[in-house]
């Protein structure tokens, strides 16, 4: 099946600080979400970017398709940002599923 | 536009008792997915229903878990007997093909711990 990785792993920044997030994923996708989990366990999307960039208020992403990439971008943090932020692809031909990447542990510091 | 619901939110359960955690998709959504999320992972799929059938139960470990959609629109995923490793976070998703197709919307998820 498809492979899904996601870095870093863990992140430790200051309240105001930028921060990119990357997903590399092993095969051609149709569907490719960032998720970010609070610390309740409440998974929010974020963006459903196949291709190209979106932008959310302090947050965007870039999928880069043919690089099989996906950048998610987080500007000035807040604490409100900390959590865990998922990667997640899927294909459409062969009734693939939804394939959660390893996830990046953002901690925003105060 | 109501999200996913999913009750209860939490539940402790002594292993080999049994457990039902309930969903309802979001109104109109045809597909719903029932994940397992352990401690430290992400997500992974149980089961999916394209309105009230079957499309995919691979991952569903059927010898203790069942899981319905009578009329296709709640679900009702069951846990009999329970062991310890089923100890997880269970997640209901929806989705809609004629809302432009894959996009996934996660409920609140169902906290068990199994004892």
């Known amino acids: 099946g498809i492979q899904v990785e996601q870095s870093p792993p863990d992140l430790i920044l200051q309240e105001g600080a930028n921060s990119t997030l990357r997903c590399n994923f092993s095969?051609?996708?149709?569907?490719l979400q960032w998720f970010h989990q609070n610390p309740w366990g409440q998974l929010i999307n974020l963006f459903y970017i196949p291709s190209g960039t979106k932008q959310n208020g302090r947050l965007s992403a870039t999928t880069v398709a043919t690089e099989r990439y996906s950048l998610l971008y987080i500007s000035s943090s807040q604490t409100t940002d900390s959590g865990v932020y998922f990667c997640?692809?899927?294909?459409?031909?062969?009734?693939?599923?939804?394939?959660f990447g390893t996830g990046t542990r953002l901690t925003i510091i105060p | 536009e109501a999200g996913v619901a999913q009750s209860p939110r939490y539940k402790i359960i002594e292993k080999r008792q049994s457990v039902a955690f309930w969903c309802n998709p979001i109104s109109g959504h045809a597909t719903l997915y029932w994940y397992q999320q352990i401690l430290g992972q992400g997500p992974k799929l149980l089961i999916q229903?394209?309105?009230?059938?079957?499309?995919?139960d691979s991952q569903l470990p059927k010898d203790r878990f069942s899981a319905e959609r009578l009329k296709g629109v709640d679900s009702t995923l069951k846990i009999q007997p329970a062991k310890l490793e089923d100890s997880a976070v269970y997640l209901c998703?929806?989705?809609?093909?004629?809302?432009?197709?894959?996009?996934?919307?996660f409920g609140p998820g169902t906290r068990l711990t199994v004892t």
């Open positions: 997640a692809v899927f294909r459409s031909f062969g009734n693939e599923k939804l394939t």
């Open positions: 095969d051609s996708v149709n569907n």
């Open positions: 229903f394209q309105n009230n059938g079957v499309v995919d």
């Open positions: 998703a929806s989705s809609s093909p004629l809302a432009g197709g894959f996009e996934q919307y």
